[in-house]
């Protein structure tokens, strides 16, 4: 019985294929569409590319986390329909690509500053200095004044501080980095802003997982990592003075206020770093992840399909994104993109 | 009946007359397929690594910075953290090894020894990335509690004892090493007591030899340069690992002579920043990374080659 259903299902397979090589209108019922890029977004994308089939059951997602920079060199060699990147494209990069390739933010997302210092129960505060103090090696002991001014009500030990950050290329690394250029001119100067970049000092941990290892097992330390890999696993992490001079508690709500925060000074093409926003409740270390796609699509067919996929993601998608732990794009924002999707030219 | 199985004989020598040449040609194509395959990967290796070899010549050897903001890229303390942590891997899995293998093949009862060496083999399968977590969740915080302060404590006089207890570092990953590299070596050099022909133990003990001086004596002099292999074997995985050590290595772009202080591979340094290079010319001095470990491994393989043949040519002329 299972054997014969078994081959009855192989039969109708092998009269599929025949039948889509043969048939062209049915090959093109149901449409797939190729992606490749940023690992950090890959939960919410794959839980859209689901989603959405139920929208338009005609067009199926085959999307690859390689990670941002083999995102934007498929996109490049044009190799897949679309990239995707959580570091938007450089000049240089943006003059090297074949077309003009157009940046659709999806979501944003945020960077917590996660510590382990035994017996501490209150929740620890951390000014703009004191972050790239520790990180640039400066500052040595909990027991600084540059931490302890913001946390007078906190026993800090007298113990070394032991630095923990990313040994692996990734975009969390590139949006902490990018905040710390934004708030230290030492840092600017010195290190400066990437997927990985040459630390100053302490230890390095691969992936999100390592570096909450590495705080977890090390007393005394300290990393980042993204905020939806601390909130799944209960990680202890500080609140961040934002520009305004306010602690931030990170979170969603504080994520998305970032975003609102930079639509004054927002670029036509989207081309923004989050960090150090204005507004009095936004928190400071976030970013946006994008997709790349060219502004002329060759194949009219498939062009359409992925604007409208794109716009449906940026709409309806959103309300997928907090139970995923990404903050949502703000309204504003997301009118001036669906502006910006109705221009990609599709067809010839 | 006799005349018919002549014939038969002789047909089947005709028909292997004929399937022989296209079975030589075929195991021909297979053998030189390889040395091909090798041959494109040098290739391939070097071309894209050809814009780092431009931009940086032989400073990419001598040069400790490994910047990809600025692009500035060398590797010394990378070559300096593969030899060492391998090394030091030998170092702990040789002896250990080889007491397992002679327990193995002479000293443990016989009821016991193959439910042993199987245990031992199995250790080969654990999958590297959970080395890695038992390195990061058990092994990491007993040498920040307990091993690395002792060591401070009573050793601290040595360089190598010297620095904070971090925990995650040289030490770490060359135990993590060595307790990969273990099943390796000891399976292959219990094969290797094995073939030592039973008349020679005898011989051995028919002298008056105690259990020692048999191993000593009649064992290990004939087993040299396959225990040599076995070793070279081990060296070679400690070399290649990627995922166990970058768990419980620290990657730190430093030298120190402290066992204790992070230190980083080069295939660590691979896995970990290939994916997210998005320039050419760091791709490209990842890619020459991956080259110069390709050179490291064939100079110490042709090294150690030259040694068993020394060795056991020196054992011929002793004989």
């Not at chain 1, 997302?109 to 996660?114: D, Y």
């Not at chain 1, 970032?258 to 400071?284: H, Q, T």
């Not at chain 2, 030298?255 to 202080?261: D, E, K, M, P, V």
């Not at chain 2, 660590?268 to 760091?282: G, H, P, V, W």
Request: glycine share 10%; aromatic share 10%.
């Amino acid at each position: 019985m299972k054997i014969s259903k078994r081959f009855l299902n192989m039969t109708a397979g092998v009269m599929g294929l025949l039948l889509a090589v043969s048939t062209p209108a049915i090959a093109e019922k149901t449409m797939l569409i190729n992606g490749a890029g940023a690992t950090f977004p890959y939960p919410i994308y794959s839980k859209w590319f689901s989603e959405y089939q139920k929208v338009n059951p005609a067009v199926a997602f085959n999307y690859q986390s390689i990670g941002s920079g083999g995102g934007i060199k498929q996109i490049s060699a044009r190799t897949v329909d679309f990239g995707a990147s959580d570091a938007f494209l450089t000049r240089d990069q943006l003059m090297q690509a074949p077309g003009k390739l157009i940046h659709i933010p999806t979501v944003a997302g945020a960077v917590v500053i996660t510590y382990n210092i035994p017996g501490l129960t209150q929740r620890l505060k951390f000014t703009p200095e004191a972050i790239a103090g520790i990180f640039l090696g400066k500052i040595k002991n909990w027991s600084d004044p540059e931490i302890a001014k913001a946390n007078p009500d906190v026993n800090l030990p007298s113990a070394d501080i032991i630095p923990v950050h990313r040994s692996d290329g990734s975009g969390t690394t590139a949006i902490f980095t990018d905040y710390l250029s934004s708030i230290s001119s030492a840092w600017k100067s010195n290190v400066g802003k990437g997927t990985s970049v040459n630390w100053p000092a302490g230890l390095g941990g691969k992936g999100n997982e390592g570096v909450a290892g590495t705080v977890k097992q090390t007393p005394n330390s300290v990393g980042y990592v993204e905020l939806a890999y601390a909130e799944k696993n209960n990680l202890a992490y500080g609140e961040v003075q934002n520009k305004s001079g306010n602690f931030i508690t990170p979170g969603l709500a504080a994520t998305t206020k970032a975003v609102e925060g930079k639509l004054d000074s927002m670029p036509d093409d989207f081309r923004i770093s989050l960090v150090n926003p204005d507004g009095a409740e936004a928190y400071p270390i976030s970013g946006l992840t994008w997709i790349l796609v060219y502004q002329k699509q060759k194949d009219a067919v498939k062009g359409k399909a992925i604007v409208e996929f794109l716009k449906w993601a940026i709409r309806d998608g959103q309300k997928y994104a907090k139970e995923l732990l990404y903050a949502p794009l703000p309204e504003q924002m997301v009118e001036k993109i669906e502006q910006r999707l109705s221009e990609i030219e599709v067809g010839k | 009946m006799e005349s018919n199985q002549v014939l038969l004989t002789a047909k089947s020598t005709r028909k292997q007359g004929f399937s022989d040449p296209f079975f030589k040609a075929m195991v021909a194509v297979f053998a030189w397929s390889l040395v091909f395959l090798a041959g494109l990967l040098v290739v391939i290796l070097v071309t894209s690594s050809w814009s780092s070899i431009k931009e940086f010549g032989w400073s990419f050897l001598w040069t400790s910075e490994w910047d990809p903001v600025a692009e500035r890229y060398g590797i010394l303390p990378i070559i300096y953290g593969t030899l060492v942590s391998s090394i030091l891997a030998l170092v702990i899995a040789v002896p250990i090894s080889f007491g397992i293998a002679i327990f193995l093949a002479e000293l443990g009862p016989s009821w016991l020894r193959s439910p042993l060496g199987m245990l031992i083999e199995l250790l080969a399968a654990v999958p590297s990335v959970i080395y890695g977590l038992w390195g990061i969740f058990v092994l990491v915080p007993v040498l920040r509690t307990v091993v690395e302060p002792f060591l401070g404590k009573y050793f601290g006089f040595l360089p190598l004892f010297q620095g904070p207890p971090y925990g995650v570092g040289m030490l770490a990953a060359g135990i993590i090493l060595a307790i990969m590299i273990i099943p390796t070596i000891s399976s292959i050099s219990r094969e290797v007591f094995l073939t030592v022909p039973i008349s020679m133990k005898e011989g051995a003990f028919g002298l008056g030899a105690t259990r020692w001086e048999m191993v000593r004596l009649a064992i290990l002099p004939p087993s040299r340069s396959g225990l040599l292999g076995a070793v070279l074997l081990g060296l070679g995985r400690a070399l290649g690992e990627t995922m166990a050590v970058t768990m419980v290595i620290g990657n730190r772009h430093d030298i120190s002579l402290s066992l204790f202080a992070p230190s980083y591979t080069m295939a660590s340094l691979i896995a970990n920043e290939f994916s997210e290079a998005t320039s050419n010319l760091y791709t490209s001095a990842l890619m020459e990374t991956g080259l110069i470990l390709l050179i490291i491994t064939l100079i110490l393989n042709i090294v150690a080659r030259t040694l068993v043949w020394s060795v056991s040519r020196t054992a011929r002329g002793g004989r």
